[in-house]
């Protein structure tokens, strides 16, 4: 098999001839806290179906848990995010409270450095990333504010109004420490392993859903996320050059358009929902693209998979492109789609 660390890169760079490369990844709950847990239990999942890629996913609440978020891991409902015990900001006058922390001195992204680099070890042939959410997904979490309209899983004692809206210089204050933040945790990823980082070959920075469906308008956009999407971006490239920033924006009408002008390589939204176009949109970023992970669901269409990636392999041609569904897999997954997808892998 060919070079498929090399050929991830190749690809990011939007290569000629770099074809595709095809990956998938999932919550694996009961399996998320310890960073030696977590990384062996990762690590099977990528063998198990030998993904051309990794897309590290750990669990979705770390970063509250950096500042100090309280969650029972032993009681996920039916979701993939735990039960909230204690949110970190209950009241628009904790927002001012949000510092920046020291991601080498705090437990939860020391964890998560330390499942990153025993990931990037055990899997020196592929393409690593880890996923970071942006400040503005950051803060929002802080709070048990929705990640994305209309999201019946948060549950917070204020609004997003109240938090962020009503006290714009606050929140601006509190999502640059938190980008600061982010910003060093993010160098250390992409730092080789002999010079003391996780050594992995970059990062999938989640805007998560809020830009979706009007969420935050452009405007807001503009105001409360970009500024600091620069930020942790900014550091990435600082670090090291040839690591790979790949975008996610998510779920109906999530503008992937917007991103093209922050220097990313890669963008990824979900092509088959509402208000999104389609895979052959010209972007000078790569796109991530494929099946809708509704699919990937229990009792979703495996016809519907093949079909979709199929459509996706005529919309790109002879363009590179990441081959992987448009969101993280549910838990569990449906193992015929799995399997249609690592089809698709490299050979």
Known sequence: MANRKQQFHNIAKGQPGADHLTAAWEHL??????????????????????????????????????WGGVYDQNDYGDFVIPKTVRAVINTPQDVSTIEQLDPAHNPALEEATEAARLIREALPDRGVIQTIFSP?????????????????????????????????????????????TLADYARTLVTPIEQGGAGLDGIFYAVTGTVSEGYFDRDRYRAFSEPYDRIVIDAVREANPEAVVLLHTCRAASNPEWFDDLGVDVIQWDQYAAGNPKADLELRAVPVAGANSVEF??????????????ETLALRGDAPFLLAPSCTVITPANDDALAVLAEYRAV
Do not use: M
């Open 297 to 310: 669901e229990p009792g979703g269409s495996v016809g519907a998979v093949r079909a979709q990636i199929d």
């Open 29 to 66: 709950v009961g399996h998320e806290y310890g960073a030696q847990e977590f990384a062996s239990a990762y690590i099977d999942f990528i063998k198990q179906w030998d993904w051309d890629w990794v897309k590290i996913n750990p669990r979705a609440v770390y970063y509250a848990e950096a």
């Open 136 to 180: 503005l997904s950051v803060l929002l979490q802080l709070a048990d504010l929705p990640l994305y309209p209309n999201d019946t899983h948060a549950h917070s004692k204020t609004t997003v109004q109240a938090a962020i809206f009503d006290q714009p210089e606050v929140a601006k204050r509190a999502l640059g420490n938190i980008a600061r």
